[in-house]
Structure formats: C-alpha cells, structure tokens
C-alpha cells in the first residue's frame, strides 16, 4: 500500500484565509493518498497561504520560503506550494527570487491545488495558476468539520469598492456571490452536525446579491431571513460589513431577527470626513453615526467594533483627533487599528505621505489606549447583567465549569452539574476576574 502524503499548511491574514486553509485541507484529504500534519518537518507538501494586507508580506514570504528551503535541500521530493493574496500580487515573480517553488496557485484557484500537485509529480514543472475563474472555487468547497458548535461560511467572494488604500480588490478580485440554495443547503448540514452559531464570511457581505432559479431577488437581509428559518441555529453573526451599504432592510432585521447578535463589526476607518473622502469610503461620519442611532433603536444592548487605520497620507492632528472623538462617541468595544501601509498599486500609494513613523506609532497608541479603556468598561458594566452565552467547551481543570462566549465573544465560565456543552444558555454574570467573566446559570 502507498505511504500518505502529508501536507502542511501555514496559514496568514484574516478569517478568510483562515477559512481557505481548512478548504484546501479538506479538498485534499477528500483524496486519500493526502492527510495533514502540524509538524512540518515530516510534511511531504509544504503550502503557505499568504496575506499581503499590510506591508513587509512579501519579505515575510521569502523569509518563511528561506526556512522551508533547507528542508528541501535535504528532501528534494518536498514539494513547495505557495497561494493566498501575495500569490495573486506578485505571481511568476515568487519563482525569480526563490526558484525552489513548484506551485503557485491563487486566492480563487486553491480548489485546482490537488491537480496541480499531480501534474507536478507527473511531469517535475513548476506549476502556476492565479486566475479568476468566477464560481468554481464556491463549488469545490467541502464543509469542514467544526469542533466547537460554530462554523463560518463564505456566501462571497471579492470587493468593487477600491478604497483607495487597499489592496483585497486587487488579490481576490471582483465581487461574486454564493447562490442561497447552496448556502442553505450547507448551513442546514452544519446545523444537523450539531453548529448552532454561523458566521457568514466575505469581504463585503452587504453587498450579497443573488437571483434564484425562480427569478427571485435576494439580498443580504433576504438571506438572513432564510438563514434563520433553519431551527436549529441559534445565533447568526457576519463579517465584514461596509457603512456604506448598511441599508435599511438590515437594519430591520435586527427588529424581526433576534437570532441575530447583538455585536456588529462595522469598520469606520477614520473619524474625520476628509480623510474619508481620500480613502474613497463613500460615506459620512454623520452616516455612520446615523447607522449606529438606527441600530441602537433595534437593539439598545448592540456594541459596535470597528476597524481604523492611522496615519493615512495627509491625516492631520486635528483628523486624528476627530477619529478620537467618534471613538468616544459610539463608546466602541473591542476593535482592531492599524498603522496606514502603502500597497503598491493602490491609488492611496500616489498620495504624498507627510506623517512620520514616530507620530504615527504614537496616535496608534492614543487610539488603542482608548479602545481598551472602553472595551473594559464594557466588560465591567456587564457584571450583574443577564448575558446569552453559547457553551462550547468543559473546563479542562473542572469537570463542573464550562466555557461559553457572548454575543459579544466575552468568555463566561459557568457551573452546573448538567452537560450544557453546545446549548445556548442564559447567565447572570456574577464578577469578573482577569478578563474572564463568571456567571451563574438561570436558563
Ligand atoms: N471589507 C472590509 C475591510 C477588509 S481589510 C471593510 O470594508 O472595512 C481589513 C482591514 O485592514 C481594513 O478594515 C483596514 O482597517 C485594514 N487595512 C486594509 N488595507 C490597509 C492598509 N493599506 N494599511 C493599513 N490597514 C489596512
Ligand atoms: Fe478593502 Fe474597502 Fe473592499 S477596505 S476589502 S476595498 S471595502
């Protein structure tokens, strides 16, 4: 019988990416010569998923590629596979500095992965790939097995909006959406495997637009709708929506969708309305506000995350500050800022850059600052409040304590002599310890 290959894969970037590596896993363990491994010394097929959101990506990949170099040198059967959003950016250009590469495939060819490695086998080529062939990659996908009764799944793929610092329309291409009958389809099978928590994936999810078989329009709130018709989820999340499509109608499903959760991630990007128009996000500070105002009507207990970038070209004290102030103003939870990064090619990258590193690494620090003080008063004021956790884990330590997350992804641990794993309870949160909440069961 033939020995099994084993891969590993290495994974960057956001939940996308961390989505395609368990793709491109089950889509070659779906052959059974493939199974994986975490150890990559033992690995016969070593695949980097790349990420080039932010600068030095491509340094970081020819470093990781160094590493995997002596590997190679010592086994050349070792095969090198190189894809993700760097894969799609610089393509041949990966072979000219590490020629050692034998596979480079891309952010919507990683289902082609298990036939490339074949044809390399068979005829010793280097193999290249990162096209963008429209809806292939939805059909490939194999629903991974998830361990803790919460699975993302991508309902689209790809950007049109080109802000004007950022590089994703560029790597993972135009905006294609997943039709909704594969999408309840799969959501139903993970609901039947035991997930009651979806989170639907994609760099725009507002923006999902569908015609089915019948002829009929759906939208992103249509297909929330739908989604929280199947039972047996209980909680639906999203990722990542843009204020600038936040429409009414998703709005309104906070009203009629209780099973959506009271946790947005809706990134403003800056606080000040010409550093915005620079970015070409096309909406208002004011808009955003209004967004919020509305939601918050939906939903008083809603908390908002968001996404900046400090030190854009041309962002000034007073652009800082204005970010700073609409920090304070939506009291936003837990977030993520980064320092502006020039991506070649993006129209942002033509502007001229007059902030220095020292200043932009200090406003970076002011906003984090702030962001953690309000993410911990948010923590604090949950104390004595009545808080919905998904159980998903017994306490490694006490058999009697299990570990579930709220709507707005606190740990809670809770006691009880009855097995909660995988339900969705309600607690009274009685303190707080570390950043860990315990609470009492009453439901
Ligand atoms: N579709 C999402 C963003 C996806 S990229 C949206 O509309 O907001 C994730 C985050 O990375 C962005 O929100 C932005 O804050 C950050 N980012 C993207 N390009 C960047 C760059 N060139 N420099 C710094 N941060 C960047
Ligand atoms: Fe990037 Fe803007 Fe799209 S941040 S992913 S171009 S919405």
């Known amino acids: ?54 600068e030095k990506a491509q340094e970081k990949l020819f470093h990781q590629l160094g590493r995997w170099k002596q590997l190679k040198n010592q086994n050349p059967n070792i095969i090198i596979a190189v894809g993700g959003c760097v894969a799609n950016q610089e393509g041949k250009k990966i072979i000219k500095r590490s020629n050692f590469v034998d596979i480079i495939f891309g952010t919507q060819t990683l289902h082609r992965l298990p036939k490339m490695i074949e044809k390399h086998n068979k005829t010793k080529k280097i193999s290249i790939d990162i096209s963008f062939p429209k809806m292939e990659k939805f059909k490939n996908i194999i629903q991974p097995k998830y361990p803790n009764f919460s699975a993302s799944i991508s309902i689209m793929e790809g950007c049109n909006n080109y802000c004007s610092f950022c590089i994703v329309p560029y790597t993972r291409g135009k905006e294609s959406y997943r039709p909704i009958k594969d999408i309840i389809k799969e959501v139903s099978k993970l609901s039947e495997q035991g997930i009651k928590e979806i989170q639907l994936l994609g760099q725009n999810v507002n923006s999902y637009y569908h015609i089915g078989t019948s002829g009929k329009k759906y939208t992103f709130s249509k297909l929330l709708k739908k989604i929280s018709m199947i039972s047996k989820i209980k909680r639906i999340r999203f990722i990542t929506s843009n204020p600038m499509d936040f429409t009414d109608d998703i709005i309104n499903s906070y009203y009629e969708i209780p099973k959506i959760v009271s946790f947005l991630h809706l990134p403003i990007q800056s606080g000040s309305n010409r550093i915005l128009k620079l970015m070409k996000r096309p909406y208002s500070v004011e808009k955003y506000q209004d967004i919020v105002y509305k939601l918050k009507k939906a939903r008083p207990q809603i908390q908002i995350s968001s996404d900046f ?64 003080k309000q993410a911990l008063n948010w923590s604090n004021k949950m104390i004595n409040s009545i808080q919905k956790i998904l159980v998903e884990k017994i306490h490694n330590i006490n058999e009697n304590e299990f570990i579930g997350k709220t709507e707005n992804y606190r740990t809670v641990i809770v006691k009880s002599k009855k097995n909660l794993l995988g339900k969705i309870i309600k607690v009274n949160i009685t303190k707080k310890n570390k950043n860990i909440l315990h609470g009492k069961h009453i439901q």
């Open 1 to 54: 019988m033939n020995k099994k290959k084993k891969f590993y894969i290495k994974t960057w970037g956001c939940q996308m990416n961390d989505y395609d590596s368990l793709t491109i896993a089950n889509i070659l363990k779906k052959n059974k010569i493939y199974t994986d491994t975490n150890n990559y010394y033992e690995a016969d097929i070593l695949i980097l998923n790349t990420c080039s959101i932010r």
């Open 309 to 372: 970038i400090v030190g854009f070209p041309g962002e000034t004290q007073e652009d800082f500050e204005d970010t700073i102030n609409i920090i304070k103003k939506i009291n936003f939870d837990m977030s993520f800022s980064f320092i502006y990064s020039v991506r070649p090619g993006t129209p942002a990258s033509k502007l001229k850059d007059n902030v220095t590193l020292i200043e932009k690494k200090n406003r970076l620090k002011i906003l984090q600052k702030q962001i953690k």
